[in-house]
C-alpha cells in the first residue's frame, strides 16, 4: 500500500492524465497548477517514486522518461465525484481493458491499519450473533435480504421503494404501478443470497462455474442470456469499454479468479469480485447485481457479515465504479466498502 505525500498525489494525477513523461514536462505541468516546485525537486520527487513503486522509469540524461505503474494507478488517491463531472468524452482515463491488471495486481490492498479495522469490526459481530435464538435469526435473515434486495436493485434504476420490497418478499404482493420485471430483479436477489447462503462452502473463492450459476440466479425470467457474452457490451456514461470477445473474457475471468485465490484475506477477495466483475463485465447484462452478490458469498464462506448496502449513495458507488473502470484506481470504493463493513457488522445478526 502506497503512503505518498500530497506533492507524489498531485504528480501521480498528472501522470494518470499524461501517462508518460519527461522530468521537464512534469515540472511545466505543475506550474501549470500553479506549483511553484523546482525542477530539482520534481526530479527527486520522481526518483522516490521509482522507489515506491508508483512510478517506473525508462531511458537515462536527457532521454529518461518516468510512466505510472500499475501500483500507482491501483492505489492513486482519485476524488472519483470530481472526476466523472468532467464531461466522458473530455476524461482521461483508459478507454480500454487493462490486461495486466489483475495478472499483477498488487496483493496488500488493504494497509495494516485497515486490516486492524475490519477485524475489529468482524470481532464485534462475531460476539453478537453467538447463541441466536433461531426467530430471531430467521427474522434478521429477512431484514438484511429486503434491504440487500431493495439496495442493490435501486442501484441498477429499480423504482420500487424498501416497504414494496418488504411485501414482495414477504407477502408475495407486487406493488402496484410497476413493472414485472422490477419484481423479478428483487426476488431474484432474495433467491441468490438463499443460494449462496445454503452453498456457502462453493464460495471460498470466485470460480468460473459458481460465478455462471450465480449469474443464472439473478436474470432468470428477465431476458438476459446466461454464460460469457459473445457480443461488445457499452457502459453508459463511460469511455471504457470492455473485452468484446469470449475467449478474451473468459481469460480475464481466469486472471481474476487466481487472483482472488492468492489473496490471504475475505475481505480483499470480496473487494476484488465487487470490482472485477464490473470491470470484466462477462454477461451481456447482470454483472454489478452479480458482483455485489459474488462479493457476499465470499464474505460469507469465511464467516464474515454480509453487506446490504442499505446506507450507500447510488453516485458515490457509480462515481467509485467509473474511477476503476478508467483509472483503475481501487481507492473510491474501497472506502465505500469499509463503510459498508462497518454498516453491515454493526446492524446485522445473520448468523
Known amino acids: 500500500m502506497l503512503k505518498s505525500n500530497s506533492k507524489h498525489q498531485e504528480i501521480t494525477g498528472i501522470f494518470l492524465a499524461k501517462e508518460q513523461m519527461q522530468p521537464s514536462e512534469v515540472h511545466k505541468e505543475m506550474a501549470k497548477a500553479g506549483k511553484d516546485i523546482s525542477l530539482i525537486t520534481i526530479k527527486r520527487a520522481l526518483s522516490k517514486m521509482v522507489d515506491e513503486g508508483i512510478l517506473t522509469v525508462s531511458g537515462s540524461g536527457r532521454s529518461t522518461n518516468y510512466k505510472i505503474s500499475l501500483r500507482g494507478r491501483v492505489f492513486s488517491k482519485i476524488n472519483a465525484a470530481q472526476y466523472v463531472a468532467i464531461e466522458p468524452d473530455r476524461r482521461y482515463g483508459l478507454r480500454g481493458y487493462n490486461f495486466d491488471l489483475f495478472k499483477s495486481f498488487p496483493p496488500d490492498i488493504f494497509t495494516s491499519e485497515e486490516l486492524k479495522q475490519l477485524e475489529s469490526f468482524t470481532t464485534a459481530y462475531r460476539k453478537k450473533i453467538t447463541d441466536l435464538s433461531g426467530t430471531i435469526q430467521k427474522k434478521e435473515m429477512e431484514r438484511l435480504v429486503i434491504e440487500l ?174 474511477a476503476f473502470y478508467e483509472l483503475n484506481s481501487v481507492m473510491p470504493m474501497k472506502k465505500i466498502f469499509i463503510s459498508q463493513y462497518e454498516f453491515a457488522a454493526a446492524n446485522y445478526l445473520v448468523k
Open 149 to 322: 434486495s431493495w439496495k442493490s436493485s435501486k442501484i441498477e434504476g429499480n423504482t420500487y421503494t424498501l416497504l414494496d420490497t418488504e411485501k414482495l418478499i414477504l407477502e408475495n404482493k407486487e406493488a402496484i404501478g410497476h413493472s414485472k420485471n422490477e419484481a423479478r430483479m428483487i426476488l431474484n436477489h432474495k433467491n441468490a443470497f438463499s443460494h449462496i447462503y445454503r452453498h456457502k462452502g462453493q464460495f471460498k473463492t470466485l470460480t468460473r462455474k459458481n460465478l455462471e450459476d450465480l449469474h443464472s440466479i439473478m436474470i432468470k425470467g428477465l431476458d438476459v442470456s446466461a454464460g460469457f457474452r459473445a457480443k461488445p457490451v457499452g457502459i453508459t456514461g463511460s469511455i471504457y469499454r470492455p473485452l468484446d470477445n469470449v475467449y478474451q473474457i473468459t481469460e480475464a475471468v481466469e486472471d481474476l479468479s487466481t487472483t482472488i485465490l492468492k489473496n490471504d484475506t475475505p475481505y480483499a477477495k470480496a473487494l476484488l469480485a465487487l470490482l472485477g466483475i464490473s470491470y470484466i463485465q462477462p454477461f451481456e447484462d447482470g454483472n454489478k447485481r452479480t458482483s455485489r452478490l459474488m462479493a457476499n458469498a465470499l464474505l460469507l464462506s469465511h464467516s464474515m457479515t454480509p453487506l446490504s448496502y442499505r446506507s450507500i449513495d447510488e453516485e458515490e458507488y457509480r462515481a467509485a465504479l467509473l
